[in-house]
C-alpha cells in the first residue's frame, strides 16, 4: 500500500516536539495571537526572506486579506491563472472583484506571462502567481508586466513553502504573498492556519488591523476587519515543522528525481522545471489521455493518487453564472492531470515501484 498522503505518519515523525509545544501553549494560557505567533512570524519571514509575516486563519483569507489590504473591491478586475485551485478565484470574488482568467503556455501548466498583458483592462488592479505543484510562477517577467502597467503583484504560495525562482523564496517575489497551513500542505499545521508576507512596513501593519477586527489597540476599530488570526496551539506546532521543512523539501526533491528519471521519454514524463527554477515538489502531476484507467491500475496494486484538479474553475458550480471566454488549456489540464504519490511518509524505493507501475499501466492502454 502506498498512500497518497499519510499525515498520522508525517506527524509522528515530529514527536515529542510536537507534544512538548502543544503542552508549553497548553500550560501558558496564552491561545490566540501570542508569543508563538509572534515567534514563528518573525522566523517564517526570515525564512522566506521577507521583512514581515502576519499569521492568519487560512490561505483563503490570506489571499482575501492581502487584496483587502490593496483596497481591490467592486468593479475591480484581478488577473488570475485559469488553472489553478479555486481558493485563488474565491479570494477575488469575495472582494467583489472580478477574477480574469489566464491560461498556461500550450505545455505548461503555470500563468504563461506571455498572454497577461492582453487580459489587462483599466480596470485591472492585481495579478495573482500561483505557485502550482510547488513550481514558482515565471516571476521576472510578470514582476515586469506588473511594474509596467501599474499593478499589484501578489503570489499564491500556498503550494510553495520553500521553492525559489532565481535564488530567491516564494514568499519573497512579489508585493505580498499569500501561504496555507493546511495540514497536507508542505509545512502544515495540525488544523487550518496560513500567513501572509510582505516587506511594506503601512501594509504589514494593515494587515495586522485587518485579521484582527481592523484593530491595534484593544477596542479601537480604525477599519472593518475581519477576524483571521492565527493561534498559538498551530503557531508552536509551526515552529517545530518550520525546522525540518527543508529537510523535507530535499527529500521531496530526490522522490521528484526518481520519478523524473523513470518517466523521461514515457507518457508521463513529468514538465521540465524553468532554469533557476527550484520547486518544492508539492505534488508530482503529470498527464495523460487516459487517466481513470492509469488510477483504476494503480489503485488495483494500493497506490493511491490524486487529481488536481479535476473541474476547471470556471466550470465550477459557483462560477456557472458567468460566461467565460474560451479557455481549453485549463479544460485540457482538468482532463487530465494526475498526481503520482509524493512527500516525507515516502521512500525512493516506494517511488520507483510507483513509477514502474505507471509506466506499465500506461503501456497498457496503449497496447
Ligand atoms: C490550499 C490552497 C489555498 C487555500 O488554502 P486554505 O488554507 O485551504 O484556505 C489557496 N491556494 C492554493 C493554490 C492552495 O493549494
Given at each position: 500500500?502506498?498512500?497518497?498522503?499519510?499525515?498520522?505518519?508525517?506527524?509522528?515523525?515530529?514527536?515529542?516536539?510536537?507534544?512538548?509545544?502543544?503542552?508549553?501553549?497548553?500550560?501558558?494560557?496564552?491561545?490566540?495571537?501570542?508569543?508563538?505567533?509572534?515567534?514563528?512570524?518573525?522566523?517564517?519571514?526570515?525564512?522566506?526572506?521577507?521583512?514581515?509575516?502576519?499569521?492568519?486563519?487560512?490561505?483563503?483569507?490570506?489571499?482575501?486579506?492581502i487584496?483587502?489590504?490593496?483596497?481591490?473591491?467592486?468593479?475591480?478586475?484581478?488577473?488570475?491563472?485559469?488553472?489553478?485551485?479555486?481558493?485563488?478565484?474565491?479570494?477575488?470574488s469575495?472582494?467583489?472583484?472580478?477574477?480574469?482568467?489566464?491560461?498556461?503556455?500550450?505545455?505548461?501548466?503555470?500563468?504563461?506571462?506571455?498572454?497577461?498583458?492582453?487580459?489587462?483592462?483599466?480596470?485591472?488592479?492585481?495579478?495573482?502567481?500561483?505557485?502550482l505543484?510547488?513550481?514558482?510562477?515565471?516571476?521576472?517577467?510578470?514582476?515586469?508586466i506588473?511594474?509596467?502597467?501599474?499593478?499589484?503583484?501578489?503570489?499564491?504560495?500556498?503550494?510553495?513553502?520553500?521553492?525559489?525562482?532565481?535564488?530567491?523564496r516564494?514568499?519573497?517575489?512579489?508585493?505580498?504573498?499569500?501561504?496555507?497551513?493546511?495540514?497536507?500542505?508542505?509545512?502544515?499545521?495540525?488544523?487550518?492556519?496560513?500567513?501572509?508576507?510582505?516587506?511594506?512596513?503601512?501594509?504589514?501593519?494593515?494587515?495586522?488591523?485587518?485579521?484582527?477586527?481592523?484593530?491595534?489597540?484593544?477596542?479601537?476599530?480604525d477599519?472593518?476587519?475581519?477576524?483571521?488570526?492565527?493561534?498559538?496551539?498551530?503557531?508552536?506546532?509551526?515552529?517545530?515543522?518550520?525546522?525540518?521543512?527543508?529537510?523535507d523539501?530535499?527529500?521531496?526533491?530526490?522522490?521528484?528525481?526518481?520519478?523524473?528519471?523513470?518517466?523521461?521519454?514515457?507518457?508521463?514524463?513529468?514538465?521540465?522545471?524553468?532554469?533557476?527554477?527550484?520547486?518544492?515538489?508539492?505534488?508530482?502531476?503529470?498527464?495523460?489521455?487516459?487517466?481513470?484507467?492509469?488510477?483504476?491500475?494503480?489503485?488495483?496494486?494500493?497506490?493511491?493518487?490524486?487529481?488536481?484538479?479535476?473541474?476547471?474553475?470556471?466550470?465550477?458550480?459557483?462560477?456557472?453564472?458567468?460566461?467565460?471566454?474560451?479557455?481549453?488549456?485549463?479544460?485540457?489540464?482538468?482532463?487530465?492531470?494526475?498526481?503520482?504519490?509524493?512527500?516525507?511518509?515516502?521512500?525512493?524505493?516506494?517511488a520507483?515501484?510507483?513509477?514502474?507501475?505507471?509506466?506499465?499501466?500506461?503501456?497498457?492502454?496503449?497496447?
Open positions: 500500500m502506498i498512500p497518497f498522503l499519510d499525515l498520522q505518519r508525517i506527524n509522528a515523525g515530529f514527536e515529542p516536539a510536537l507534544k512538548q509545544a502543544v503542552g508549553r501553549v497548553l500550560a501558558s494560557g496564552r491561545y490566540v495571537l501570542g508569543p508563538e505567533v509572534e515567534a514563528f512570524e518573525s522566523e517564517f519571514a526570515a525564512y522566506c526572506g521577507a521583512r514581515h509575516c502576519i499569521g492568519v486563519a487560512n490561505g483563503l483569507d490570506a489571499l482575501h486579506l487584496l483587502r489590504a490593496f483596497d481591490v473591491g467592486a468593479g475591480d478586475e484581478v488577473i488570475v491563472p485559469s488553472h489553478t485551485f479555486i481558493a485563488t478565484w474565491l479570494a477575488v469575495q472582494t467583489g472583484a472580478t477574477p480574469v482568467p489566464v491560461e498556461p503556455g500550450a505545455d505548461g501548466f503555470l500563468i504563461d506571462p506571455a498572454r497577461v498583458e492582453a487580459a489587462i483592462t483599466p480596470r485591472t488592479r492585481a495579478l495573482i502567481a500561483v505557485h505543484y510547488g513550481h514558482c510562477a515565471d516571476m521576472q517577467p510578470l514582476r515586469q506588473a511594474q509596467r502597467h501599474h499593478l499589484r503583484l501578489i503570489e499564491d504560495a500556498a503550494q510553495a513553502h520553500g521553492a525559489r525562482d532565481l535564488g530567491r516564494a514568499g519573497s517575489l512579489g508585493d505580498a504573498a499569500a501561504f496555507s497551513f493546511y495540514p497536507g500542505k508542505n509545512l502544515g499545521a495540525l488544523g487550518d492556519g496560513g500567513a501572509i508576507t510582505c516587506d511594506d512596513e503601512a501594509l504589514a501593519r494593515q494587515l495586522r488591523r485587518l485579521r484582527n477586527y481592523g484593530s491595534l489597540e484593544k477596542y479601537r476599530h477599519i472593518a476587519g475581519v477576524n483571521s488570526r492565527l493561534d498559538e496551539m498551530q503557531a508552536a506546532v509551526l515552529r517545530v515543522k518550520l525546522e525540518r521543512l527543508d529537510a523539501n530535499a527529500h521531496r526533491r530526490v522522490l521528484a528525481a526518481v520519478y523524473t528519471d523513470a518517466l523521461r521519454g514515457s507518457s508521463l514524463a513529468p514538465w521540465p522545471v524553468r532554469a533557476h527554477s527550484e520547486p518544492v515538489w508539492h505534488l508530482m502531476t503529470v498527464q495523460h489521455d487516459a487517466r481513470a484507467t492509469l488510477i483504476a491500475a494503480l489503485a488495483a496494486k494500493g497506490i493511491e493518487c490524486g487529481v488536481h484538479y479535476p473541474l476547471a474553475c470556471h466550470r465550477q458550480g459557483a462560477y456557472a453564472a458567468r460566461r467565460w471566454p474560451a479557455l481549453p488549456r485549463a479544460e485540457q489540464l482538468a482532463a487530465r492531470v494526475l498526481s503520482l504519490p509524493i512527500g516525507p511518509h515516502l521512500s525512493a524505493d516506494d520507483r515501484t510507483v513509477a514502474r507501475c505507471a509506466l506499465h499501466a500506461s503501456e497498457a492502454v496503449a497496447a
